[in-house]
């Protein structure tokens, strides 16, 4: 049977979206769930939320069809494989699809090169850093490489501003996360302590995007990097100082940005993926 329908799933830390395109690319529907990181909610619980928004479609899976995941935290195949196992069970129908299985930074580095070199940054609940360069090499970054949890992140925010005694302790880390707005908000009224957690988060950041332009993209003619996630891409106090933390450890990068939804980047690489 040939394969007519296309999925695309963005799964973050707080949210998993799904859309579904025909063959021409019209959108057949879409669907929503709390978040798939595995890390963060361990994989049959990260499966039954990426089921649910897959089922949110209402498109009726089979061999018809390709489904494309980028979910966030994923790190080698041993963890797709986990994945891919755990849903199965929460959906034996998924079996029949063609299921490919990446990290959420594959589908924002296609939403915004398409193919193409360049690094993307993503800040939401969480953090991380993914390049490639004109010859197909890849390098990734995440605050693992540097013993701190997520750097410039919601998470990061909101957890440095309990530790000054901003906010009282939360435990989960989606509440935690977002706390960040709260941070932006003090900061812009006056709040020293917000301001400086800021600037910290804006440079650790950075490091993050800048170890993978050392390794990529240092001796490029024009690199180009782009920004993903609400944190840095909503206009915002925060958002000026990464700009401006970017800009001061790379002279030269070109921030670009986006030019499809992350859902619908992997919507197209569910197709590019059958078609190759």
Do not use: W
Request: include cysteine.
């Amino acid at each position: 049977m040939p394969v007519t329908q296309f999925i695309g799933v963005d799964g973050g830390g707080t949210n998993t979206r799904a859309v579904a395109l025909d063959e021409h690319g019209n959108q057949l529907g879409s669907g929503h769930a709390a978040g798939s990181n595995p890390n963060n909610v361990g994989y049959a619980v990260a499966a039954q939320n990426i089921a649910k928004a897959i089922a949110g479609t209402g498109v009726l899976l089979g061999s018809q069809t390709s489904i494309c995941l980028g979910i966030a935290g994923l790190r080698n195949e041993e963890e797709q494989s986990q994945l891919r196992e755990a849903l199965i069970s929460a959906n034996s129908l998924l079996k029949e699809a063609r299921l490919h299985i990446t990290h959420d930074l594959a589908i924002a580095h296609h939403a915004a090169f398409r193919g193409k070199a360049g690094i993307v940054l993503i800040a939401g609940t969480g953090s991380a850093c993914y390049g490639r360069d004109d010859s197909g090499k890849e390098f990734r970054a995440s605050g693992r490489d540097f013993a701190y949890d997520d750097p410039g992140s919601g998470y990061a925010i909101g957890i440095r501003a309990i530790e000054n005694d901003l906010f009282p302790l939360e435990n989960e880390r989606e509440r935690i996360a977002a706390l960040a707005p709260r941070v932006i908000e003090l900061a812009n009224n006056g709040n020293d302590s917000a301001a400086a957690i800021l600037r910290e988060e804006a440079t650790q950041i950075s490091k993050l995007a800048l170890k993978v332009y050392s390794e990529l993209l240092e001796s490029a003619a024009h690199p180009e990097l782009a920004l993903s996630g609400k944190l840095v891409t909503t206009p915002s106090s925060y958002r000026t100082l990464v700009l401006e933390a970017l800009q001061s450890s790379m002279p030269g990068i070109r921030i670009v940005h986006t030019r499809m939804e992350p859902t619908l980047a992997a919507a197209d690489l569910a197709r590019r993926l059958v078609r190759d």
